[in-house]
């Protein structure tokens, strides 16, 4: 037969190797966010603009690919609100990234810090957790 080949040689070929992933590190969940780009910065507004204008669009991909164009087209002058806007948003990224890498480094890890919940949510739980111990001592 012709295309009766082993299938172990085809599975060892398929398989994924998971080596990499084993020595990633866990991600932080405090660690501010890289801020976008300026092209990115435009497409926020952009993609509102568009969508006004082609309403029953659903494509995603068309979106992006006549945004990129209209970037491409655009002169610097142009561009330039949005590379300010880009500025700001680095100059404020680099200000909390340092605020947050003197923090892990002091060993910050405050339960208040690394909680998800704000004080009022933990304190409703504790008060709630209290009202069911009164109900069953009754």
């Known amino acids: 037969m012709k295309g009766a ?3 172990k040689k085809a599975d060892s ?9 084993k020595g990633k590190a866990a991600k932080d969940p405090n660690k501010p966010k890289r801020p ?5 910065v435009f497409m926020e507004d952009f ?11 659903k ?3 068309a979106v992006g690919k006549a945004g990129g164009t209209k970037w491409k ?8 609100p949005f590379v300010a806007k880009a500025d ?4 404020e990224y680099e200000k909390n990234i340092d605020v947050y890498n003197k923090k892990k480094a002091a060993g910050g890890n405050d339960e208040d810090d690394d909680s998800d919940k704000s004080k009022s949510e933990v304190n409703n739980e504790e008060d709630e957790e ?3 111990e009164d109900e069953d001592d009754d």
Do not use: I
């Open 47 to 57: 993609r509102k603009q568009y969508k006004e204008e082609h309403p029953d669009n």
């Open 59 to 61: 494509s995603v991909a």
């Open 5 to 7: 080949k082993s299938t």
């Open 130 to 132: 209290g009202s069911d």
């Open 88 to 91: 700001k948003r680095k100059k």
């Open 13 to 21: 070929k398929l398989t994924v190797k998971k080596t990499a992933a």
């Open 36 to 40: 976008a780009s300026a092209f990115f």
């Open 73 to 80: 087209s655009m002169s610097e002058s142009d561009k330039a």
